[in-house]
């Protein structure tokens, strides 16, 4: 359903992405990790085009590799930024109603009752200041502002960062039952672990090439992964 064939991402001389290529099937969780720097945000800003790229990128059969990131996002390819990029100063509804700027209002009223089925303490915190919430809450709140735009397939970048074991945990979940909505997901993140517990496929990124791929339980019993990502 999404196919990247080598990718490219280079800032001024620095080639950051050189050649990635993945697929995520309908309907997947694929995961994406790699150490810092290695290039994971430059590939999902490619796939979206923040940045300048060269390279193709199909999503459900259409070429989407020329596109601006508005029309990018109408083909259903939403990206949850690294460090959940929201408005602090604006509520949890604002930034909520933010996330459907593509849509018409009765569509944006709709979308926004499944996110507070989803997620209640949303929905209890609508009129607070984003800026306020909880680390775990506000990675809710980027997550259910990516979901106001009925994507297809979600893009998570390091949702895990800064998060207690018990938020990483409840995280899980809401990529569980995003996905179980029918929304393919690419999840990147250097939590190895937290991948590997979610995803049916992986590929592990370093100095912006793919250079391992396989299920979480081909990866695990690699030597390579073990030691540099899972550190046993
Ligand atoms: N805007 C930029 N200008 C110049 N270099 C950049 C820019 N953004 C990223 N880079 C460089 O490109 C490389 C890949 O960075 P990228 O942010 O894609 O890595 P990452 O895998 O997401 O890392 P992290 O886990 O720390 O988020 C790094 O060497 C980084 O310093
Ligand atoms: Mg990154």
Do not use: W
Not at 19 to 44: F, M, W
Not at 79 to 102: C, H, I, K, S, Y
Not at 149 to 157: A, V, W, Y
């Amino acid at each position: 359903m999404l196919r990247v064939e080598d990718l490219h991402v280079s800032y001024q001389s620095v080639a950051a992405v050189r050649g990635v290529s993945l697929e995520v099937p309908d309907g997947a969780i694929v995961g994406l990790v790699g150490a810092n720097g290695a290039g994971k945000t430059s590939t999902l800003n490619a796939i979206t085009g923040l940045v300048a790229r060269r390279g193709t990128t199909v999503f459900d059969g259409y070429d989407i590799s020329q596109l601006s990131t508005a029309n990018i996002v109408r083909c259903g390819v939403v990206q949850v930024a690294q460090g959940r990029q929201l408005f602090p100063d604006m509520t949890v509804l604002e930034n909520l109603e933010m996330g459907g700027f593509l849509h018409p209002a009765s569509k944006v009223q709709e979308q926004l009752e499944k996110v507070f089925a989803q997620f209640v303490v949303l929905k209890e915190r609508a009129a607070q200041r984003a800026g306020t919430l909880s680390g775990g809450e506000q990675q809710m709140l980027a997550v259910g502002r990516a979901l106001m735009s009925d994507p297809k397939i979600l893009l998570i970048d390091e949702p895990c960062l800064g998060l207690s074991p018990k938020m990483v945990g409840r995280l899980g979940e809401i990529v569980r039952e995003v996905n179980a909505r029918g929304i393919a997901v690419l999840l990147v993140e250097q939590n190895t672990a937290f991948v590997f517990g979610l995803a049916g496929f992986a590929y592990v990124i370093e100095n912006g090439r793919v250079v391992l791929s396989g299920t979480p339980e081909q990866l695990r019993s690699d030597d390579r992964v073990r030691s540099a990502y899972l550190g046993i």
